[in-house]
């Protein structure tokens, strides 16, 4: 029976780099620990945000919010695709949009300009 080519993890190498003289020749365990599915886990967590958001404010007063700031809601998302897809940071578009466009105060639209970076900085962590 052949033996089945087990791909090492990065900490497998690590650890066993000094007992081993050729890189290729090494087999792992092939009792990995098996890959999450990180879209799942992300669509779980975005659901628990929602479910505690909508029992926390109470599910008028939560959808009326998103209802009467939507311009908000809009700009964040448009963020977070420019965030995503570059070095910028959410806040860099949230900035200019709330200040020139929506009308909010400098020092208010700085705040949560600031705000939302430390989120997006800590969520990508």
């Known amino acids: ?15 066993d780099w000094p007992k081993r003289v050729d890189v290729e020749s090494v087999s792992c ?6 890959k999450r599915n990180f879209v799942s886990v992300s669509v779980l967590v975005a ?6 958001w909508l029992r ?6 939560a959808i009326g919010s998103l209802v009467t700031h939507w311009e908000a809601a809009v ?14 940071g959410g806040g860099a578009v949230a900035f200019p949009v709330f200040t020139k ?3 909010v105060l400098p020092h208010e639209a700085k705040v949560f300009s600031l705000a939302i970076q430390s989120v997006g900085m800590g969520a990508a962590s």
């Open 101 to 103: 466009v929506l009308q």
């Open 1 to 15: 029976m052949p033996e089945t080519k087990v791909v090492c993890t990065s900490e497998e190498r690590v650890r």
């Open 56 to 61: 926390l404010a109470g599910p008028a007063n």
């Open 47 to 52: 659901i628990t945000t929602w479910i505690v």
């Open 29 to 34: 365990s092939a009792h990995q620990a098996p």
């Open 75 to 88: 700009t964040m998302i448009f963020g977070s695709i420019v965030a995503g897809g570059t070095s910028m």
